[in-house]
């Protein structure tokens, strides 16, 4: 059932019923709109109330039907809407819990809204790349004015009911309703029910003092903050339409700007994102519902950056924690650093006093390790070291209780072989945070081949309490990440002895719109951290060849920011790149111990090397079932290595170019003599899938 009709005396009351946020798909749509000619056609109805079941109003659009015939079937959301303006009867829309996107606009067409405290109202189609497109530009403006309806658009953020109701002037809520919603709105809809003529928000005026000056300032604002996505300004001319132009006339200009943003690539990228995050939760062997294991205690090992980290996500979580250190100074430097960084928010007005007091309340710290023993979980973030690594794991063994689960915090290493230090596998589990570890969102969570399915199931739950976006990896060397990243790296390193320099090969890449180059980034990251696993990867794969001024440049003892020098020079206090003279000179004279005369490198050579060597890399991680699906790579990207949102990831970037297309640059870069021509042998998934017209999604 899509929604439920029952007559109350004589108010009839629609209620949409379609889980989790009742989305408005065609059988929503279609018994909503049956429900409104039953009370239309009942006499005894003299009003009618509609709302929603469960914890929404409604969320918006259906996202099963997003792209399919159904989500344009009729009735669609316009013409759902003239029949609510055309109703006879007044309708009080009862808005609760979540009022979003086609929701809110179906709410605006009703004649009167009455809302409950805490309900969150957003228009955010903004950030699927899309102008609302079912008269919310037009009509919010109308209810809320110009700058306040301008702000919620161009934001997408919900805003709670409350705060909206003490805008001056607002007429987007008729009445706040305290207490039971429905009872009220019947209440309110016997109130207006012989009110006539029915007021229609459609015919509300939208004024501001200084309308033209506060739109060019918008446009100047929006164009600055959204250079790489076309939505946001898109927003503010449909909003701007609102404004001196009859209803239909601005309904024509969102129309239109609707239909043109949706075959944007943006609007493509940003839309693949948003179902590749929650695609990425599911698990094909692990159905919803797996019962998971209770994590009421966490502990960590290491209170390091990463250590410090990786504790504040729980400590932000409500759960307690409990650091190990084996130094009483490297515990409480770390728990030193992470009052700095809560301070900061403190400081920011991010984060209240008492917020911050709370947290730290539930962090207690320790050197041994039969003080963990009670714990739920624990996390090690140690040394990058197998052998390291062996002796952790023995001693958790020793000391956790029976089904506490023991994660590794391993960027690169084999997740089988660390849960064979143990006797319990089946309760080994990899968690790659990534750093800053309180910061950033990815999760990439490492299956072993005897991890327990309720154990993958309690840490992807856990994952999403703490707010991170959860990626399920197999195990191989550098899970799906770090290993595309090495072909990635090999590429940048090839350029330099081709003949580009590291700011080229930066500029390009960030031109293209990752948020650093891959110079930049390993003076950030420390080159000694790629230096290391270098060491030990080649010396388990020495025909596998790459450049060596990496390791040149680590051997100068240049190993990033916190040298003071990489890739780069850098002044004391500050982070801006400055080329070295040094390090080019470096590469120069590489260059010629190699006898390569150096060659004028495109910026579109650059960055497609660069990106179609992840895209081929990650082909083979499909392939061998490391990754689950495409979709699961680019959250990886867009979530963990700063990959161009408005590009959609690596594999979504290479559908849009076409895999024909890609495959036949590749075989162009084969050929490049002081390239790698093995890897540019294209994955056979991804031969296949260009041979057969197709694409990755």
């Given at each position: ?295 009421n205690k966490l502990a960590v090992i290491g209170a390091g950056t990463m250590g410090g980290g990786i504790a504040m996500n729980f400590l932000n979580a409500g759960i307690p924690v409990v ?375």
């Amino acid at each position: 059932m899509s929604a439920s009709y029952e007559v109350r005396g004589n108010v009839a009351v629609i209620t949409l019923n379609n889980p989790p946020v009742n989305g408005l798909g065609a059988a929503t749509r279609l018994a909503i709109a049956d429900g409104l000619e039953k009370a239309q056609a009942d006499a005894a109805v003299s009003a009618i109330v509609v709302t929603g079941a469960g914890k929404a109003f409604s969320g918006g659009a259906d996202i099963k039907e997003f792209g399919t015939p159904r989500a344009l079937a009729e009735p669609n959301l316009l013409s759902l809407i003239k029949l609510e303006e055309a109703c006879s009867k007044p309708i009080v829309a009862a808005i609760h819990s979540v009022c979003m996107g086609g929701g809110l606009e179906l709410a605006l067409g009703a004649h009167y809204r009455v809302a409950a405290p805490g309900t969150n109202v957003a228009l955010p189609e903004v950030k699927l790349g899309l102008v609302p497109g079912a008269g919310g530009t037009q009509r919010l403006p109308r209810v809320l004015g110009l700058e306040t309806a301008l702000n919620i658009i161009v934001s997408g953020e919900p805003v709670k009911s409350e705060l909206l109701a003490m805008q001056p002037g607002q007429k987007l809520f008729d009445r706040m309703i305290d207490g039971d919603l429905l009872e009220g709105a019947i209440a309110f809809a016997k109130e207006v029910a012989e009110v006539r003529p029915l007021p229609l928000v459609r015919d509300l005026k939208v004024k501001h003092p200084e309308a033209q000056a506060f739109l060019q300032f918008s446009r100047n604002t929006v164009g600055a903050m959204s250079k790489n996505f076309p939505a946001p300004l898109q927003c503010v001319e449909a909003v701007a339409a609102s404004l001196g132009k009859d209803f239909e006339a601005g309904m024509k200009v969102e129309r239109e700007a609707f239909i043109a943003l949706m075959f944007t690539p943006e609007s493509k990228a940003l839309r693949h994102a948003f179902f590749a995050e929650r695609a990425a939760s599911k698990i094909s062997d692990v159905p919803d519902g797996t019962p998971v294991r209770p994590i009421n205690k966490l502990a960590v090992i290491g209170a390091g950056t990463m250590g410090g980290g990786i504790a504040m996500n729980f400590l932000n979580a409500g759960i307690p924690v409990v650091m190990l250190e084996m130094k009483q100074d490297a515990l409480d430097r770390g728990v030193a650093t992470m009052r700095k960084n809560y301070e900061g928010q403190v400081k920011k007005g991010k984060l209240k006093q008492e917020k911050y007091d709370e947290r730290m309340a539930l962090l207690s710290t320790t050197l041994s390790y039969d003080a963990l023993g009670d714990a739920d979980m624990v996390i090690e973030a140690v040394f990058e070291d197998i052998d390291v690594k062996k002796a952790v794991f023995q001693e958790l063994d020793r000391v956790m209780k029976p089904g506490a689960i023991l994660a590794s915090n391993t960027s690169t290493l084999d997740v089988n072989k660390i849960a064979a230090f143990t006797k319990r596998p089946q309760d080994v589990i990899g968690t790659h945070f990534f750093s800053p570890a309180n910061v950033m969102k990815l999760l990439e969570v490492v299956r072993g081949a005897a991890t327990a399915k309720d154990v993958l199931a309690t840490v992807m739950q856990l994952g999403k309490k703490i707010k991170k976006t959860c990626v399920v990896s197999g195990v191989c060397d550098g899970f799906i990440g770090n290993r595309m990243i090495e072909q990635y790296s090999r590429q940048a390193g090839f350029l330099l002895e081709e003949g580009a320099t590291p700011a080229q090969v930066d500029k390009a890449a960030e031109k293209f719109g990752f948020a650093m180059g891959p110079f930049r980034m390993g003076d950030l990251a420390g080159n000694d951290v790629g230096w290391y696993i270098r060491k030990r990867r080649y010396l388990e794969k020495p025909d596998l060849r790459y450049s060596k001024t990496a390791d040149l440049l680590c051997e100068m003892g240049r190993f990033g920011q916190k040298t003071g020098a990489g890739w780069y020079d850098y002044v004391p206090g500050k982070r801006d790149a400055i080329p070295s003279p040094l390090v080019e000179q470096m590469i120069a004279d590489y260059r010629k111990d190699l006898g390569i005369t150096p060659r004028k490198i495109s910026d579109d050579e650059i960055v497609h090397r660069l990106v179609f060597a992840l895209v081929n890399e990650a082909a083979r991680l499909l392939e061998e079932g490391i990754a689950q699906r495409a979709s699961d790579v680019d959250m990886v990207y867009l979530t963990g290595y700063g990959f161009p949102l408005h590009r959609g990831g690596p594999m979504c970037y290479a559908d849009t170019v076409g895999l024909y297309n890609v495959v036949q640059m590749m075989k162009r870069f084969a050929q490049n003599p002081h390239d790698d021509a093995t890897f540019w042998q294209p994955a056979p998934l991804l031969a296949k899938l260009a041979a057969e017209g197709k694409s990755f999604s």
